[in-house]
């Protein structure tokens, strides 16, 4: 008996380790389990989205302040290089490519020495482009309303101001001296 549950051991470890070699080539068929059945991908958008129009309005010689309110915040703000903000930006997103930037901005003192911008920096229309994976249903989503659009929408409904009647007690008291 010692020697049949010696052999079944000896027999059922190597066929589960070849089951579990298996189990890792059943995901590997891109983003489909066993080559069939569509897999969910977390989408992670991570940083600031950094386009060339935003860019372009940042100059140097700029405070800090006025670079934070362009750009935004940056994603990293180093307390032993205070004179360099980073803005990352990355996005993994189903059914389009990844993509990863960085910005830099460099300062002297208080005042923007210089944008170090990569090459490949899109628009607002071409990062909307990239991201939209509804590209079947109409193109583009539009960015912004137009002067007539703008013209048709109703008017927001300003409550007026109602005087209220004062509520409190209404008792009479009488005067405390005579």
């Not at 059943?26 to 569509?38: A, C, E, I, L």
């Not at 004179?83 to 830099?104: N, T």
């Amino acid at each position: 008996m010692f020697d049949s549950t010696r052999l079944f051991c000896r027999g059922l470890v190597p066929v589960a380790l070849l089951a579990l070699a298996g189990c890792s080539s059943w995901v590997n068929h891109g983003d489909r389990f066993m080559g069939v059945v569509p897999l969910y991908r977390v989408e992670i958008v991570q940083g600031n989205v950094v386009t060339k129009e935003m860019a372009a309005q940042v100059k140097p010689d700029m405070t800090r302040e006025q670079v934070r309110d362009v750009l935004g915040s940056p994603m990293v703000a180093d307390v032993f290089h205070t004179q360099r903000w980073d803005y990352a930006f990355s996005i993994r997103r189903q059914g389009a490519a990844p993509q990863a930037r960085r910005v830099v901005a460099w300062f002297e003192g208080d005042r923007l020495k210089n944008l170090e911008v990569p090459a490949d920096l899109p628009t607002e229309s071409e990062f909307v482009a990239s991201i939209n994976t509804f590209k079947g249903k109409g193109g583009t989503p539009k960015l912004e309303l137009s002067d007539a659009e703008r013209a048709a929408l109703p008017k927001p409904v300003r409550p007026e101001a109602k005087t209220a009647e004062p509520t409190g007690a209404t008792r009479a008291f009488p005067p405390l001296e005579k």
